[in-house]
């Protein structure tokens, strides 16, 4: 059974609210959970706290169990200092479509 901590959403149509859990990946997205960590409101402002709730103590646990953070909640626990997010690079992202197009022709060429 491979456990995630994600993102759940509440709320109402354009108001989203989402509750952090702990659930089986195999269940859907706003399904079935094993356990509730907190809430995230992302219409608060960034710098008000009540944006997100963790139970780190919870958040902790289910890590040391093997539970794998999603990416949203990896960015949460890394501010919060609990998980290191590995940095991404994609340097192909930069360059314009017209020239990547152009890249990948002449490639195909040679």
């Known amino acids: ?11 109402t149509k354009k108001r989203p609210v989402y509750h952090v859990v702990v659930a089986d990946s195999r269940f859907p997205r706003d ?4 356990e509730r960590l907190g809430h995230f409101n992302p219409l ?3 710098d008000n706290e ?3 709730k963790l139970d780190m103590d919870k958040v902790k646990t289910w ?3 093997g539970a794998q953070p999603s990416d949203r ?6 501010a919060a200092g609990v998980v290191k997010r590995a940095a ?3 340097p192909e992202k930069a360059v314009p479509r017209k020239e990547r197009k152009a890249n990948a022709e ?4 040679k």
């Open 44 to 46: 608060l402002p960034k």
């Open 63 to 65: 890590l040391a169990k």
């Open 1 to 11: 059974m491979s456990v995630v901590i994600r993102l759940a959403r509440a709320g």
């Open 31 to 34: 399904g079935r959970f094993i």
């Open 106 to 109: 002449a490639a195909a060429k």
């Open 50 to 52: 009540a944006r997100l």
């Open 73 to 78: 909640v990896t960015r949460f626990l890394d």
């Open 88 to 90: 991404r690079n994609n």
